[in-house]
């Protein structure tokens, strides 16, 4: 089945640094990717969205880069600042399909 | 300001028991999911709606069903919970004619013991 690999799986980094998050996706047809932000105790909550006819998307400290041809899509944050720390999870959606896939998280500590 | 709700935070149940966990989108979204989250894991799809009365099985079906018997509200059944089934049960909604984020619950954490 369609599966969305994501790495890595915990990101350190110095308050000021940047941090790179990498997925890559299975399903050719996956048009929509979305990243969501999980605070601890709560929801998974919507940072930044890119769509398959865009190589990439920015939105202040935060970008994301899609290569379809490698099915690989990456999430770029600038300037980290400790309330960036949280779990970050890619997701591939399928309209075809209807579903969304996500990856197995990101665990990012930005220390001060 | 769209709202997902699940009708529990927390749950207790006993090894056997049935279990109904519930959840309400207030956005007339198509779309409904059923998502397990642990940890090392991620979300892993449970099951599925694009419709009412509509349902499709995700990656990790076996032990559980659903309903979707109004449009709002799509329901999660654990048939005879196991403690294997121990964990954060996310739902989310989104539109079916966009290529949209989902929205999410705020989760319901069940505990089988």
């Known amino acids: 089945g369609e599966n969305v690999e994501q790495h890595p799986s915990t990101l350190s980094v110095q308050e000021g640094d940047s941090a790179v998050i990498k997925c890559t996706y299975s399903d050719s047809a996956s048009n929509y990717f979305p990243w969501y932000k999980q605070e601890l105790g709560k929801r998974p909550q919507l940072i930044i969205d890119?769509?398959?006819?865009?190589g990439e998307k920015k939105d202040q400290r935060i970008a994301v880069t899609l290569n379809k041809t490698a099915k690989h899509f990456s999430l770029h944050i600038t300037e980290t600042q400790p309330e960036d720390s949280a779990v970050y999870f890619c997701a591939a959606f399928t309209s075809g399909t209807y579903k969304y896939i996500f990856g197995t998280g990101t665990r990012l500590k930005v220390l001060a | 300001d769209v709202k997902v709700t699940q009708s529990s935070r927390y749950l207790v149940k006993r090894t056997g028991e049935k279990v109904f966990l519930e959840c309400v989108q207030d956005?007339?979204?198509?779309?409904m999911f059923w998502y397990r989250q642990d940890p090392g894991l991620g979300l892993r799809l449970i099951y599925f709606?694009?419709?009412?009365?509509?349902?499709e099985k995700g990656d990790i079906p076996e032990g559980y069903s659903v309903s979707r018997e109004k449009k709002e509200r799509f329901s999660l059944i654990l048939e005879s919970a196991s403690t294997n089934q121990t964990s954060m049960y996310l739902c989310a909604s989104s539109l079916r004619s966009m290529n949209t984020e989902a929205f999410f619950g705020q989760g319901t954490r069940l505990t089988v013991v």
């Open positions: 890119i769509r398959s006819n865009v």
């Open positions: 956005m007339d979204h198509e779309n």
């Open positions: 709606s694009y419709d009412v009365k509509m349902k």
